[in-house]
């Protein structure tokens, strides 16, 4: 059986085109795929995304405690990965609960009896 050898460099096999504001939507798209992304290359190609993602869930007030965990380079991958998937999740529904913070109209949702 003949093997075709690899080609290029084999270290990262994800080239992630995030911004550095993971606001709407697509923050959330962008934060599953970081987290797709790391599972396939690893943290160490994706340091700096993910501690912009960190960094970004700090704001909304998303559980600490998980990031600091997937940052956290002496923890084992397998903890490192739970703790990025549940701050995922986590990051996902704060970005859904500011954007409908954001488009709700105040004045027409509640009515004050006079």
Do not use: K, N, Q, W
């Amino acid at each position: 059986m003949y093997r075709i050898p690899y080609v290029g460099d084999m270290a990262t096999h994800t080239i992630l085109h995030t911004s550095r504001s993971h606001a709407g939507a697509s923050g959330a798209l962008c934060a599953l795929a970081l987290a797709e992304a790391v599972v396939a290359d690893g943290f160490d190609a994706h340091e700096d995304d993910v501690a912009a993602l960190v960094a970004d869930a700090r704001r909304l007030d998303v559980c600490e405690m998980l990031g600091a965990v997937a940052l956290d380079r002496r923890e084992a991958t397998v903890v490192r990965e739970r703790a990025l998937g549940r701050l995922v999740v986590a990051y996902t529904r704060a970005i859904e609960r500011e954007a409908i913070v954001e488009t709700e109209p105040v004045g027409e949702r509640f009515t004050v009896a006079a």
